[in-house]
Structures are given as C-alpha cells and as structure tokens.
C-alpha cells in the first residue's frame, strides 16, 4: 500500500500545474468536488467560503471540471487556460493534497 504525503509544498503543486496536463485535469475536479452542491448546480459562487472556485472563474472551470468528469480530454487552449487560473489556487490545491481541507 502506497504511503499518502502530507508535506507538498505550494512551490511543488505550482511546478505540477505547469507540467502536467494531468495535474491541471485533477486540480479542477478537487476544487470543483470542494464546491458546495448548490454552487456546482449552480455553476458560480455563491458561499464566500474559501473553498473552491471564486465568483469570476467559477462558471469556465466548472465546465471544464464537468467536461473531465464526463470523460471527455480538454483541448490544448482549455489546458493553457486552466493552468494560468488554477496558479491563483495553489494555495488550497496544497491544502487538498496534504489532506487539510
């Protein structure tokens, strides 16, 4: 059984973002699993909350997040776009990935 880590660094999650498609892929889902039922259904923010996407990136992520979960693979200017917005959450991205929220 593989041993979960605890320590990623923001620095580390920043790097990830930048390298792996599949990192960027992952990202949107754990912060649009982190937003609350009524924001997904919703496609915006609604709690202030400090979890998930905020107000202006939540309608264009949250479509790119369902688009994954759907099994479709995003296109290279989705990726180029998501990458330059998930860099504002690599702060709750290390928080998800440590296991602190």
Do not use: C
Request: glycine share 6%.
């Amino acid at each position: 059984m593989a041993v979960l880590r605890t320590d990623w660094t923001k620095e580390e999650i920043l790097r990830l973002i930048e390298t792996s498609d599949k990192m960027v892929e992952r990202s949107l889902v754990k912060l649009y699993e982190k937003q609350t039922e009524d924001e997904r259904n919703a496609e915006e923010t609604r709690h202030h909350n400090g979890v998930g996407f905020n107000g202006f990136d939540a309608p264009f992520l949250t479509s790119l997040a369902k688009q994954i979960i759907n099994g479709r693979q995003l296109t290279q200017k989705q990726l180029q776009s998501a990458r330059k917005a998930l860099r504002k959450y690599a702060g709750q991205l290390t928080k998800i990935a440590n296991g602190v929220i």
